[in-house]
């Protein structure tokens, strides 16, 4: 069982977001300045020995491909941003990845299809980063920060030609002669099919049997389209829990560990292409405050244990990878990375599950199908 984990390429100096959210901005200025919304919230989290990186520097990334191999994370799934005319941002880990060939560091990307826009700003689905940096409204602006479009045929041949060399790097991870990519919100791709059908001849051009494509909490209506669906947490199980307790956006909103990982454990499709993705915590209030939402209670202990039966319950579905939110969304609370309290624990879960995880498995065979049809 191979596990690939969400990996952040936010950690790093760019001009947009000194521009944006205040000179020297990166991931790490919200962690530092998160603070509790009640008492015993786990905020601020400081990376085990103060170790806020430079993603931009040989040695970090080198840190990271070691500890991958150390504790049995397979490979990193990229977050890749092109907007509106090939517009790209927080591309140059990647790209040093692809230059630093001596880094043995598996990889594949997940376009991370959203507009980047103010919090206050009328764009649905949107990506605002960092309330809590939020400039005041302005009615003179859009609040637009880049946009998403996919434009036609002219623009699909140029983002696959970019993406070719990172394809072609022996280090990214394909199936059956097809390399990876996830599309985070492909339902928000109009064009998608026919952008595809592109990208696949492209492949084909260039020596592959095609693209593997990878869809993140899709539609049913969009599955057809994909090679896998992919439910990726706890994004779907928390959208469930606050539809079904009508939970809206805009106050604290707080879930239980133990609650939120027995959901995803108990819950089976009939699709024949799903993947039961899982997440080592989540808390986004460094970035959102007291509009933030998080998940309590979690312990690298309970996480080992749950993760064991998720690769079981995968095992069983016969899939032979998993995808893990994730390696170091610090703002986020999702993160393998050690941290000052449970150290390399995280880490460690990753290791003991992948060596026990078999004698869980006749207990997710012949389960019972819960469909959600909602």
Request: overall charge negative; aromatic content about 14%; hydrophobic content about 35%.
């Amino acid at each position: 069982m191979k596990v690939i984990t969400m990996y952040l390429p936010q950690f790093h100096r760019i001009r947009e977001n000194d521009e944006w959210w205040g000179e020297g901005y990166t991931e790490w200025t919200a962690v530092k300045s998160a603070q509790k919304q009640f008492e015993g919230h786990e905020q601020p989290v400081v990376p085990l020995n103060n170790n806020y990186y430079d993603l931009l520097k040989h040695d970090t990334m080198n840190w990271q491909a070691d500890l991958m191999h150390k504790y049995g994370v397979d490979a990193q799934c990229i977050y890749h941003y092109w907007f509106k005319d090939g517009r790209k941002i927080l591309e140059k880990p990647a790209e040093n990845l692809l230059k630093w060939t001596d880094i043995n560091m598996q990889f594949c990307f997940c376009w991370a299809n959203e507009t980047w826009a103010r919090s206050w700003s009328a764009v649905k689905d949107k990506n605002s980063w960092n309330d809590s940096c939020e400039k005041t409204n302005n009615r003179d602006e859009s609040g637009i920060l880049l946009e998403q479009a996919y434009g036609g045929e002219k623009e699909w041949i140029e983002h696959f030609n970019y993406l070719l060399p990172f394809f072609k790097d022996e280090r990214y991870i394909n199936i059956d002669n097809m390399p990876v990519i996830m599309i985070y919100k492909p339902d928000q791709i109009d064009c998608l099919r026919e952008m595809l059908n592109i990208w696949n001849k492209l492949a084909v051009k260039n020596g592959f049997s095609g693209v593997f494509l990878i869809g993140a909490n899709p539609d049913r209506e969009t599955t057809d389209i994909l090679n896998k669906v992919l439910y990726m947490e706890p994004q779907y199980i928390t959208s469930l829990y606050r539809a079904q307790n009508g939970v809206h956006a805009g106050s604290l909103i707080i879930h239980d560990y133990d609650e939120l990982w027995n959901g995803i454990l108990e819950y089976q499709d009939e699709q024949d292409n799903v993947l039961y993705g899982g997440f080592v915590g989540y808390d986004d209030t460094p970035r959102r405050g007291k509009a933030g939402e998080l998940v309590n209670n979690r312990t690298a202990n309970s996480f080992k244990m749950y993760l064991t039966k998720l690769l079981a319950k995968n095992h069983a579905k016969g899939n032979d990878i998993v995808f893990l939110n994730a390696w170091n969304e610090w703002g986020e609370g999702m993160h393998l990375e050690p941290d000052n309290k449970e150290k390399y624990g995280y880490l460690e879960a990753i290791a003991y599950a992948k060596k026990n995880y078999k004698q869980y498995v006749s207990s997710f065979e012949n389960r019972e199908i819960l469909v959600d049809d909602s």
